[in-house]
């Protein structure tokens, strides 16, 4: 019998999974609707309940009562990520990618809801942070526990984390086909992967359910433009330049300040975000001060708003745009909970702006040329800091269902991506991952490398052992419940590895309280490749090397039994 061609077998292999996982998908849909809908009208109630009142009275009552909520919120922020789910900080997005291409798919429920409370208390509480990227871990991570529940492979758990970030987005911007273009573009990496239809059918559930639930409303609006002359193209280039420029910037001087917390700040993880809190409470209260606006407490989406309907003056986007910038990036630099996409789409709008208003004092321009202007910026902006071009021009279209915009988003898309790509090595998020010590195999690499052997080891390491950080009986007799682990790091207080300790010594110490010496720590570094370090692992003491940073903290550990883990996981990866 003729062996059936790989392509057809593959087509017949999804024909047949997709079917009987679709009641998960339509689930993860309808979950991650209901995840967004509650996260956002949490985080509403909590500002209007705060922030509108404060906003309606005197300067100094809003300055003094609002040192005591952001110290509040920066104070819960530390507590619940620190205390309870560190990777619940930041936006989330660069968590879900990792849980995508390194954890497959795994997501705790822990995460999903120290995510939700310390995000609707960031936002809601008037950081200067968003709640689109906090939606994609939410709803992610939702997917993931609903994948547990079902009994699914962890192949199949993967797709359907992919689902869920998929339909979180599209409640969150209301926006099914940019929420499908950002998982391929963003999470998977591959406009061309076979898990566009599950991830289709997802975003439609989605947002069939986000409109039983509370209707068509977009998230700001975006008024229509009647008409604009065709020179307005011209001038469209300058302001896309602009416009992505200040996102490069805005990329470089929140991952530099974060990188230089990480390496250089004493304070505990529990007190950072206070800091970042503090910076906010500064700038917001100066520009409620000085302007009476509150654009940079949380989302910002009123002067958003005001901006692209041409209410704002020169000096009202100027002081906006500084304050915001400043504000976002302390805030997330400090590690509290929130996303950078709403804060992107508004540094972009108050640059379009400010271009538009500068160019109107030079040339006659329109109303609609003013924010055809204003959106090129916007989209320029979130362009350059997401990379996801195809996104950054759905997102908006699908807002205001307005062909005229097509044509000028495509042009601030691609000079984003020319700027971008010249000046940053990444985007955002795998920036962020990178800062923190995290290499990620890239889509295009795990398809052409030739071979497991070129992979990165860090594609296949535990990142999360059991680790001896004390000689506490109680915390190594925890230790040895955990499981039937073979070796142990033993790790000092600067989270720097020691050495290695076999479960018997362990065990031993026990009875005689005798601290054992550990074998000697092999360290390597997270990106190199499984050739270079089979022939590391077998010269050394128990076969197993540790993963450290440029600073020699630890990351992680891999050991000559994962070897053989990862030929069966890049089997999985090649029947994907």
């Not at 797709?159 to 940019?178: R, S, V």
């Not at 009647?226 to 996102?247: K, M, Q, T």
């Not at 500084?322 to 400090?334: D, G, H, V």
């Not at 296949?460 to 499981?483: E, H, Q, Y």
């Amino acid at each position: 019998m003729a062996k059936e061609p790989s392509k057809l077998k593959n087509l017949r292999t999804w024909s047949l999974k997709f079917p009987r996982s679709a009641p998960a998908i339509i689930l993860v849909g309808v979950a991650g609707a209901g995840c967004a809908v509650l996260f956002h009208h949490t985080i509403s109630a909590i500002h209007s309940l705060i922030w509108k009142p404060l906003s309606q009275g005197t300067p100094e009552n809003f300055i003094l009562v609002g040192f005591f909520i952001f110290m509040t919120v920066g104070l819960l922020n530390g507590f619940l990520v620190g205390s309870f789910a560190p990777e619940a900080a930041g936006s989330g997005i660069p968590q879900l990618k990792v849980a995508y291409r390194r954890d497959r798919g795994s997501i705790s429920f822990r995460t999903v809801w120290v995510k939700f409370l310390a995000a609707a208390a960031s936002v809601g509480g008037g950081l200067s942070l968003g709640r689109e990227g906090p939606t994609v871990q939410l709803a992610g991570g939702m997917a993931s526990v609903i994948g547990k529940r079902f009994g699914l492979s962890r192949f199949r758990r993967r797709t359907l984390t992919a689902c869920g970030a998929a339909a979180g987005l599209a409640a969150a911007f209301n926006a099914p086909i940019a929420a499908v273009t950002f998982v391929l573009e963003e999470i998977i990496e591959d406009l061309n992967s076979r898990t566009i239809g599950p991830i289709l059918l997802a975003s439609f559930v989605s947002v069939i359910t986000l409109f039983i639930l509370q209707g068509s409303e977009a998230i700001f609006i975006i008024p229509s433009i009647s008409e604009f002359h065709a020179w307005i193209y011209l001038a469209a280039i300058p302001v896309g330049a602009v416009a992505a420029l200040a996102g490069v910037g805005f990329q470089k001087s929140t991952l530099s300040w974060m990188a230089h917390i990480r390496k250089k700040s004493r304070l505990p993880l529990w007190l950072r975000p206070m800091i970042g809190a503090l910076i906010n409470w500064v700038s917001a209260s100066l520009v409620f001060f000085f302007i009476a606006r509150t654009g940079v407490l949380g989302l910002g989406y009123n002067d958003l708003t005001d901006c692209l309907a041409g209410n704002l003056t020169l000096t009202a986007l100027l002081i906006l745009f500084f304050a915001k910038w400043i504000a976002t990036s302390s805030a997330y630099a400090w590690g509290n909970s929130g996303g950078i996409f709403a804060p992107t789409l508004f540094l972009g709008a108050m640059v379009g702006g400010i271009c538009s208003q500068g160019l109107g004092l030079l040339f006659d321009l329109d109303p609609d040329s003013i924010r055809l202007l204003t959106i090129v910026g916007m989209s320029a902006c979130l362009g350059a800091v997401v990379r996801a071009p195809i996104t950054s021009i759905l997102i908006v279209f699908e807002m205001t269902h307005d062909f005229a915009l097509v044509p000028p988003l495509m042009l601030a898309a691609l000079i984003s991506q020319a700027i971008s790509r010249s000046l940053c090595q990444d985007n955002f998020y795998s920036q962020a991952l990178k800062e923190m010590g995290i290499h990620l195999e890239t889509n295009t690499s795990m398809r052409t490398l030739a071979s497991w052997r070129n992979r990165r080891i860090s594609s296949f390491a535990n990142f999360d052992p059991a680790c001896v950080r004390d000689w506490n009986t109680d915390s190594i007799k925890d230790l040895l419940n955990l499981g039937h682990h073979r070796v142990f790091p033993v790790l000092n207080r600067q989270e720097k590895a020691l050495g290695l300790v076999k479960r018997k010594e362990l065990q031993d110490f026990l009875s005689s309280k005798q601290i054992p010496t550990p074998s000697p720590a092999v360290t390597v570094p997270p990106d190199m490749r499984m050739a270079d370090v089979e022939s590391i692992i077998q010269k050394s003491d128990l076969k197993t090397v540790f993963l450290t940073t440029d600073s020699e903290k630890f990351l992680g550990i891999f050991t000559h039994t994962d070897v053989t883990l990862s030929q069966d996981k890049e089997k999985e990866i090649e029947e994907a």
